[in-house]
């Protein structure tokens, strides 16, 4: 079918490009991309973050902090729920300075295996929204950098968090979330479901930076809607920050 997001231009530049929007500062090259906004403000309540940057939409204002981890420094900031705004947010980062990437999220379980709080990385993304389609050629699917992947089911380990690896399907509405929607992306071998992972995926591919992605399963799809409280599961939330601040310390920089 015809239809605009199947069209080619893949090979031209925008006509406003990112460095235009944001201003030179001195930046970490890696970057943890939260979308826990309590805990990143809880850490700049305790004084532990500064303010490098801030991006900004019509709706409002995203700080870019530097936080410190093992002796390195790494930038925060919440790319916003959805992928128009996360995939533009990544951008602006990418232009700012920052190479490697680690997201870490929640997103709603698929299946009964993933118990609240049960962590995925993300290997792979079913690319069921359109952000996508503007940085890669048409497909179902996305894979994630395998070097992410592997990073991070490293550092899970070694810090003994039992995890699966495993493909989300990257929605662009969250209530048209039909129950044959649901089984069929789980035949095609999803385990969650979240907004943003295909979008990030293809950005870092076409720009040409490290991303990897860590999510817990929060609310379930597996029957009939569960909410399980995932929003408010504060002690995960704020450990996994952390294991993905790890992990992106240990990722090896793509600019040399
Ligand atoms: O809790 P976060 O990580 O925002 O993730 C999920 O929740 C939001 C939708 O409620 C989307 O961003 C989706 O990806
Ligand atoms: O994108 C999402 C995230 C959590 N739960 C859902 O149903 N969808």
């Not at 997001?5 to 943890?32: C, F, R, W």
């Not at 962590?119 to 994630?144: I, K, N, Q």
């Not at 069929?184 to 385990?191: I, Y």
Request: hydrophobic share 45%; with cysteine; glycine share 10%.
């Amino acid at each position: 079918m015809d239809i605009p997001l199947t069209e080619n231009d893949l090979d031209e530049s925008g006509v406003i490009t990112p460095q235009m929007v944001v201003k030179g500062v001195d930046i970490p090259m890696k970057a943890v991309v939260c979308f826990f906004a309590e805990v990143i403000e809880s850490i700049a309540g305790k004084g532990k973050a500064r303010v490098l940057s801030v991006l900004r939409s019509e709706h409002g204002e995203h700080p870019v902090y530097e936080v410190e981890r093992g002796g390195e420094r790494l930038a925060v900031f919440h790319p916003g729920v959805g992928a128009p705004l996360a995939a533009l947010f990544l951008e602006e980062a990418i232009a700012l300075g920052c190479s490697e990437f680690v997201a870490v999220g929640g997103a709603g379980a698929l299946t009964d295996d993933l118990g609240m709080g049960h962590v995925m990385v993300v290997d792979s993304a079913v690319r069921d929204e359109g952000t996508s389609f503007h940085y890669l050629p048409p497909g179902r699917v996305v894979d994630a950098d395998p070097d992410g992947v592997a990073l991070l089911q490293q550092v899970l380990t070694e810090a003994g968090i039992d995890h699966v690896t495993g493909r989300s399907w990257t929605t662009d509405a969250l209530y048209r979330e039909t129950r044959s929607r649901v089984s069929r992306r789980v035949d095609e071998g999803c385990l969650t479901v979240d907004m943003e992972a295909s979008a990030f995926c293809a950005v870092a591919k076409y720009r040409g930076v490290h991303f990897a992605q860590l999510l817990y399963a929060g609310d379930s799809l597996a029957a009939d809607w569960e909410h399980r409280g995932w929003t408010k599961a504060g002690t995960v939330r704020e450990q996994l920050f952390w294991l993905a601040a790890d992990a992106c310390v240990r990722f090896a920089p793509v600019r040399g």
